[in-house]
């Protein structure tokens, strides 16, 4: 093959470029003949060979024999490989007219596609970064304005919507001067936290990082910078507040109450931890009895702190419960009342009603959350007082008659008897006792005698104040005890009793030997001070006297040491 020195190296009369220095350039160059072949070339111009080979696909042979024909420079780029890596070229074809040959010089630009490659590459993983880290991005200029939002626009608004519009007119009102600053801030802002409206009117929290721009005179010019939308997150941190807040008053109003030592006053100690906690005016806690008709439950009010309103409006409210669970707010005039049904094994037994001024706003979803919440641990609690009062009754009452039994009986008359002596009035104690009672059991059986009983009861206690005590002190003895009773009063009563034991004619034992009542009667008398014991002994004795003296009467015990004596 010719090589640069059996080539003419005179300036070429068309173009003025010499053949050697084009062999010189310092990239790939060849020379080519009129068919697109190459003659000679330099060192680095060997690549070339296979792209103007007749086997190329490159059609430069074509392009070369083109640019001859028509005497004018081409440029062509191709792609070359070396080594399992693949480069480009940017070639230059230009025609030696005088001796139909054509110089070809190439410049190699893989590092410069590489560079550009790389570097729109990084621009798109910037980008990528950016929009991942951030809802949108902004600029401002000189005057404060949007001079750029992200394409995808922000808050509902679309970029062109926001672009040359001012910041703070999408602000929440509260946030106009801060929002101010973060928009023009002449310093770095680090997670700045601003609320904005969105195109709907609804509030948005933005978190924004934003710098200074400055110019090349070191002016302020504008500033950049991200938002990242997180009002999603504090509504969730707000709802999580919420929630401890109501577990907490939750906690003290459970745990106040179930501490209370006493059953009775358990109700009260809620009223007033729950009022408390939630800053209401009042809180009324209710018991309920099931109707015997299964009709609406009746309820009784057991627990209260404050005023709040009457007892007619919350008996309206109440009438208004279901068993849904679902809290029932009503407003009068002066009150806003949230009422809430206390369910256990889903039936109502009690309920808890807030009271709170009407000028005070309305009820929270807190406060419905709340009040729910305390209404199932009441109604827990009503079961348990329940089941207390029951145990209470069971041990202090005949399982029989259902009165008083023996050891009620006389604790309670104890407190009365301690209450006398800082109030002194006069009082009575009665002693009844059966007459021929054992004969009934032995006619007519244990279950007649029983009957026998509950009539003796019932004329007892028709015969008595509700104020009274009656009791059933054992097998066929009874006692009552009348409150505020002088001796006239308790002879009066002592004789009712003797009267109405025609009643008890059905259940004698036989003719000879009938069922009645002897009865003794002792008066205190605060003048003259004496002890329970000697009271109960003097009743008792007065018993014994009106069944020696014939059965079916009753004795007025001799007063005691000081008083005089009277008898019936």
Partial sequence: ???????????????????????????????????????????????????????????????????????????????????????????????????????????????????????????????????????????????????????????????????????????DAKEVQSGAKVFQTTMRVKDAEIWARRKDGSLACLVTSAMPIMGPDGKWTGARGVCHDVTEQRERDKALNRARNRERILTHVVRTFRDEMDPSNMLNVAAEALARGLGTEACHIFRATAAEDNGPPEFVRRGSFGLGGGEDEAMEVLDGLDSSGLPQETETGRWRILAAAARYRRQINGAVLLWRAADRGGWTDDDRLLIMDIANQIGIANEQIGQHERIITMSRTDSLTGLLNRRAFFEDMDRRYRRLERSPQPSALLYVDLDNFKRVNDSHGHLRGDEALLVVKDILVTHTRPTDMVARLGGDEFGVWLDGATAEVASTKAQDFLNSGNRLRPFDGDPDHPLSMSIGLAVYDPSTPETLEDLTARADGAMYQAKHAGKSHFRVAPPAKGQGESSA
């Avoid at 005179?10 to 220095?21: E, W």
């Avoid at 072949?37 to 083109?66: K, Q, V, Y």
Wanted: hydrophobic letters at 40%; charged letters at 25%.
């Fill in 1 to 171: 093959m010719p090589t640069s020195r059996d080539l003419d190296t005179s300036r070429d009369g068309t173009h003025g470029i010499g053949l050697a220095v084009i062999l010189a350039h310092p990239g790939p160059a060849a020379i080519l003949n009129a068919d697109g072949r190459i003659l000679t070339c330099n060192r680095r111009g060997e690549i070339l060979r296979d792209l103007f080979s007749p086997d190329s696909a490159t059609g430069l042979m074509a392009i070369a024999r083109t640019a001859l024909e028509n005497g004018t420079p081409v440029t062509k780029a191709v792609e070359v490989r070396q080594e399992s890596q693949v480069g480009s070229l940017d070639l230059t074809l230009l025609p030696v007219s005088d001796d139909r040959r054509v110089a070809v010089i190439g410049r190699d630009t893989s590092l410069e596609l590489n560079l550009r490659a790389a570097l729109a590459d990084s621009r798109q993983r910037y980008k990528d970064f950016v929009d991942l880290s951030s809802d949108f991005t902004w600029e401002t200029g000189t005057e404060g304005r949007f001079v750029f939002v992200s394409p995808t626009g922000a808050l509902g608004y679309e970029a062109r919507e926001l672009v040359d519009a001012e910041p703070w007119s999408m602000m």
